[in-house]
């Protein structure tokens, strides 16, 4: 009896990529988010690239501050065992300098902790995702002077390609050629050859059994063969997996949710195509909304089911956009265009704290602390994020539908977007803008024929609690006050669910 108990208990599935529509992601940096100990002082200098002391106890030990907010998913840093030791790089915090799949990163805690972790999450109704990368090894030294027999389980030459360095514009080279440079080289796997491939499927059916996981993050996806997922996703158990497609390029990106024969090469993929128009758009009042609206429209266009892809405007690879602009308004209405576009948004820690970067932008200067934050709940865009995260469980509560319905824009100017996200008498009209808060306020003329409001109707301004009531054709006419971002709900579906006292 026992034993049947416990071989149930292994075989539980990891959760489907429509079992993860609904959710949203809170990215953290394990090195960066908490430590075991509570420190909120520890020293962490982004620029020395140097493990600060975050963990997996950490982590477990701030999930309400995570949950109060709405998430429901966690996207964790990369836990196998890395390169050790400092480089000309520093050392490999981030997580993405592995040397061997059957050991766990140590900074960050035990097997122990990890299933902790994974059981403290789920107890919470919460999702574990974890950052794999399959596409490289890391070494410390020149190109020719690898160790292989360092690595575990791919301790032999002949399963890598031999040194060349990346030609970006050419598919094969990005495939075959090394990452990282001649002081930190990545020996590039070859992830096309069936031994690689299948010794990465058994890693990764018991890994994802062994610590419970339910989604996995791809890391440099355009630098794997494309032919290797379909199986590897099958021995995860076809699981929710969102790729790093690192392009701008929406033809290129949407490719990777094309069939490919039965099933997507990958269900989902992290939004840069939206990511690039989106950070410009809003990060000054000279911002281009017409190229966002029609990146939108393109996007609809070239990708297969956009109700997975992951949007998201901050991450450990880009500039915080409180360093592109300090408006704490511009950053709501990026915020708020975020958390209800199309997809598993992904919020990367610290920009509910409207973290800017010290020193520069990007890598490693995006990679603070956020113990520093004291972990402040009562912050505008803590607050902003959870009424958010929680209208779009709202609207999907009361309309399946709303997760399927795709997020066009309906009207956009030199300054305003306007975007839709469901059907009729339960849809969210965010009205947004980068005119910023030393912006006198405007006004934007909606018609019904692309608002579906109708006559008279009442509608609520979620974030500010204000009302807009239709004309008698159904037009509405938004006010934009200071550069804030306004995202209005019918008053009549609002009942019950608590928004402005409804
Ligand atoms: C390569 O690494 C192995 C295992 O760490 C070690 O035993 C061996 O001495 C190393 N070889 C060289 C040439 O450094
Ligand atoms: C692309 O890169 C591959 C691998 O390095 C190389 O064999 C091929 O010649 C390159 N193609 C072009 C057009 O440069
Ligand atoms: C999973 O756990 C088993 C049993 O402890 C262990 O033998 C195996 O190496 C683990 N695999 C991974 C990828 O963690
Ligand atoms: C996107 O990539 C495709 C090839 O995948 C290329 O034909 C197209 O020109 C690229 N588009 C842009 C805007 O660079
Ligand atoms: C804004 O983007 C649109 C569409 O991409 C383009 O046609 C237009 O020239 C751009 N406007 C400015 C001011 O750059
Ligand atoms: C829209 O509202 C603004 C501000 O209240 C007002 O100035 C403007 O006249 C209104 N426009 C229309 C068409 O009603």
């Avoid at 030459?157 to 495939?175: G, K, L, M, R, W």
């Avoid at 265009?337 to 997809?343: E, K, P, R």
């Avoid at 979620?462 to 934009?480: E, H, K, M, W």
Wanted: aromatic share 12%; glycine share 10%.
């Amino acid at each position: 009896m026992v034993s049947i108990i416990l071989l149930l208990l292994h075989s539980v599935s990891a959760a489907t990529p429509s079992q993860w529509r609904n959710r949203a992601i809170y990215q953290v940096i394990t090195d960066r988010f908490a430590r075991t100990d509570g420190s909120t002082s520890a020293t962490c200098n982004t620029g020395d690239r140097v493990y600060c002391g975050g963990t997996w106890k950490g982590i477990i030990q701030h999930l309400d501050y995570i949950k109060g907010m709405g998430f429901d998913a966690v996207w964790i840093s990369p836990i196998t065992f890395q390169l050790q030791g400092k480089t000309m790089w520093g050392e490999s915090y981030a997580g993405y300098w592995q040397q061997d799949l059957y050991r766990l990163n140590g900074n960050f805690g035990t097997a122990a902790d990890l299933k902790a972790l994974s059981a403290a999450l789920h107890a919470q109704g919460m999702y574990l995702m974890v950052d794999i990368v399959v596409n490289h090894n890391a070494w410390n030294g020149p190109p020719s002077a690898v160790n292989y027999t360092t690595f575990n389980p791919f301790n032999n030459p002949s399963n890598y390609h031999p040194f060349c360095e990346i030609d970006y514009s050419n598919t094969t080279s990005a495939q075959v050629c090394w990452l990282g440079d001649t002081n930190v080289p990545l020996p590039d796997l070859k992830t096309e050859s069936p031994t690689v491939a299948s010794t990465y499927q058994t890693w990764i059916s018991q890994l994802m059994s062994n610590y419970s996981i339910d989604g996995l993050r791809l890391d440099t996806v355009l630098n794997v063969d494309p032919s290797f997922w379909p199986a590897f996703s099958r021995a995860a158990g076809s699981p929710y997996l969102v790729g790093e497609v690192y392009t701008g390029n929406t033809s290129t990106a949407c490719a990777y949710q094309q069939s490919s024969s039965s099933s997507p090469i990958l269900p989902g993929i992290l939004n840069y195509p939206l990511y690039f128009p989106l950070s410009a758009a809003f990060a000054s009042p000279s911002g281009n909304m017409t190229a966002l609206a029609a990146r939108i429209a393109e996007i609809h266009n070239a990708c297969a089911d956009t109700s997975l892809l992951a949007p998201f405007s901050e991450n450990a690879d880009v500039p915080r956009f409180a360093s592109l602009t300090g408006d704490l308004v511009a950053a709501q209405n990026v915020l708020a265009f975020t958390l209800l576009a199309d997809g598993v948004p992904v919020v990367y820690q610290g920009q509910e704290q409207h973290y800017s970067s010290v020193g520069g932008s990007g890598d490693p200067w995006n990679r603070e602390a956020l113990w520093f934050s004291g972990y402040q709940t009562q912050v505008p865009l803590y607050g902003l994020t959870k009424i958010l995260l929680g209208l779009r469980k709202w609207a999907g509560g009361l309309d399946q539908g709303y997760w399927g319905y795709g997020m066009w824009a309906i009207y956009s100017d030199a300054r305003t977007v306007v975007v839709r996200k469901g059907y009729p008498g339960r849809q969210v009209l965010a009205v947004l803008t980068n005119a910023g808060s030393q912006a006198p306020a405007h006004a934007v003329q909606l018609g019904a024929d692309k608002t579906a409001a109708t006559k008279g109707q009442v509608w609520m301004d979620v974030l500010g609690c204000g009302t807009v009531v239709a004309d008698s054709n159904g037009g509405l006419n938004v006010t934009i006050p200071g550069g804030w971002p306004r995202v209005l709900f019918p008053q009549a579906a609002l009942k019950g669910s608590g928004f402005c006292g409804q």
